[in-house]
């Protein structure tokens, strides 16, 4: 795959990963707005309620801008803009209707083709309703959305999770605590991660790099060659170490 040929592929597994679940779960829908991929639910926090495309024409974007803003309301959300969004200067239109830059994260990608540690953590699939429910609270304990499991992913059919599933959680054990987790998604010919976490109090002890071990031996297992991240300010230098190069850069906006 070439540079253009993963960026079209990181947007696909990406619109992937935060669709896949909606229908499933009460109070979340698709964004239905000519030009838009989003996502919005009743579930008052930004990280579920997400702009991740936008393909405007000049002429229309202030009032294409302010649609979605109505549509969220008092709702909090997320913009998220990558080179690929049009107009190119979106980021700066987003600012005059009263949104801020939030966080710049790189895009990065990695051609599969080391070999990967066995991890000594106990990294397990989440198959069940006690898994996704570990997973939930490993997510909350780094300061994210504490409701999680309740107004989410207990309802989530397991079958979308299970088996020949594309959409993997993992969650690495300490003894019988979970301290890690991560999410590994088959789509569009790459394996995209997400939610690469560790507990406070269980950080700097490589478990994050033990998940990401494990989540890259799967794509060689799976024989996908190439794996995509958007990567945090704080993880990037983790990516880095196991080899993943930065192509493209994205940018989050909210009030």
Not at 32 to 43: D, E, F, Q, R, Y
Not at 98 to 108: A, D, Q, S, T, V
Not at 116 to 144: C, D, H, M, Q, T
């Amino acid at each position: 795959m070439n540079r253009r040929e993963i960026l079209q592929a990181m947007e696909a597994n990406f619109e992937y990963h935060m669709l896949y679940f909606v229908d499933h779960v009460p109070g979340f829908k698709k964004l239905l707005l000519p030009g838009i991929k989003g996502v919005s639910a009743s579930i008052n926090d930004e990280t579920f309620n997400y702009v991740f495309q936008a393909r405007f024409e000049n002429g229309s974007v202030s009032e294409r801008i302010e649609q979605v803003i109505e549509l969220f309301g008092e709702i909090p959300f997320t913009w998220l803009i990558g080179e690929r969004d049009s107009p190119p200067d979106l980021g700066k239109s987003l600012c005059e209707e009263g949104l801020e830059l939030k966080e710049e994260n790189p895009g990065m990608a990695l051609f599969v083709n080391a070999t990967y540690e066995k991890p000594s953590l106990r990294i397990e699939r989440a198959v069940s309703n006690k898994e996704l429910e570990n997973f939930s609270l490993i997510y909350a304990s780094i300061g994210e959305y504490p409701h999680l499991y309740d107004q989410f992913y207990k309802f989530i059919p397991l079958d979308r999770i299970r088996e020949k599933a594309p959409y993997e959680i993992y969650v690495g054990y300490e003894g019988k605590k979970g301290v890690t987790a991560g999410i590994l998604v088959f789509h569009a010919g790459v394996a995209g991660i997400y939610y690469i976490m560790t507990i406070p109090g269980y950080q700097k002890r490589g478990y994050a790099t033990q998940m990401m071990h494990r989540l890259l031996h799967r794509a060689q297992e799976k024989r996908v060659r190439v794996a995509v991240l958007q990567a945090s300010p704080e993880g990037s230098g983790l990516y880095k170490h196991l080899g993943f190069e930065q192509i493209t850069t994205y940018w989050q906006y909210g009030f």
